[in-house]
């Protein structure tokens, strides 16, 4: 095992609890990562302005698109144009349910909410939830324009309860629900909501409740009328804990993959002052959003960002050369952080027999022979070698034969951009249910194995070739 301290694995565990609880939406989790950097004194960038002059060696970086993805870096004191991009990617986004665009329905004396299904979510989990809504609003402001804020509200709102067993004797047996008529949230009586709307804001033009556009805008400071438009999503208020009776599981949402982004952020932060001075590579944590839905937007990994960044990099740098991005390229590697399926202990014949990570034994390695994973030998080796100097245990996953593979940003962006690239993830339970399972002190092992990447990645590569 490692040598990391009883406190540090505590530590982790506690400090990925919080980032949870923080982060009920992609837009909060990127804005806790936002203000981790800037308190570890990372300079924020603009898309929109020039970066020629600005980006140094030794400098750390970061900056966002659309609030739901965010690219931090820190360039080595001894990075030149045409150097290699340490890189660790994951992603901020979770299966949920979001708001309809009208999303204001009614039925049987209730106040229901419409809602889209987001990602392939066990949606049998959210029945019988205490949830609420978190995510963006975009406001008017006094000079005619527009401002992006966050919302959250804490208390449980609405629900989707079941039907009692005495309606459906079969439900044991086979529980089956009908998408949009059946997992439509009930929020309040229509009595009752009638009561508590103020007569101002009970236009029937309204998309959504009054009553919940109210809640929203108390919680905002500002009026119903000042409200432009929202990217809204459900979550369950059940806080993430630390449980088990040896205290050595974490009970959450969103495990997959604010696992992951914590991690990547927390070990960046950790390594940009480690060695820094020494490094010839740029080190980078980029998060995407929308890999729950393909990938395939402005935001996600399958957009132009991660290449553009990097050659905007090279481009700022004094001396760059026609063919930087491309050697950059070369010399780079990518970490592709996803988690990875626990072996289940009521389920163990759902793993391969020779392929069954457990919790508290270590980040996984995924493979795929049909390319799902972007994992190859060279790159296996590599992450492996990295490992063993530091005492990271490992464990490696390959899906059955008789099993679909699920896939991650790791293969999208290798194949965009030609880097190396694997896909690694800790070990959790429940995938995609709206609570989840990890280990505590793989927290602390993923974070110490992203911090020695970062420092030692650029001098273990110049010893590898692989043409």
Known sequence: MSVISKTQLQRQAEQLVTFVNLAPSPFHAIDVCRNWLRGADFTELKEKKSWSGVIKPNGKYFFTRNGSTI???AVGGKFRPGNGVSIVAAHSDSPCLKLKPVSKKKNSGMLQVGVQLYGGGLWHTWFDRDLSVAGRVMVRDDSGGYVSRLVAIKEPIMSIPSLAIHLDRTANEAFKFNKEVHLTPVMATVSKAVNNESNSETDDKLAHHPVLLERIAKQLDVKVSDIADFDLCLYDTQKAIIGGICNELIYSARLDNLNSSYCAIEALINSADENLTDDTNVRMVALFDNEEVGSNTANGADSALLESTIRRIQASCEGAGQTAFEEAIAK??????????????????KHEENHRPEMQKGPTIKVN??????TTAATSAILKEIASRNSIPLQEFVIRNDSSCGSTIGPLLSAQLGMRTIDIGNPILGMHSIREVCGADDVALMVKLFERFFAEFAELDAKVQVD
Do not use: G, I, K
């Open 71 to 73: 690219v931090a870096f």
């Open 332 to 349: 780079s590697f990518l970490v592709s952080s996803d988690v990875a399926h626990a072996v289940h202990p009521n389920y163990s014949e």
């Open 369 to 374: 022979a049909n390319q799902r994973y972007a």
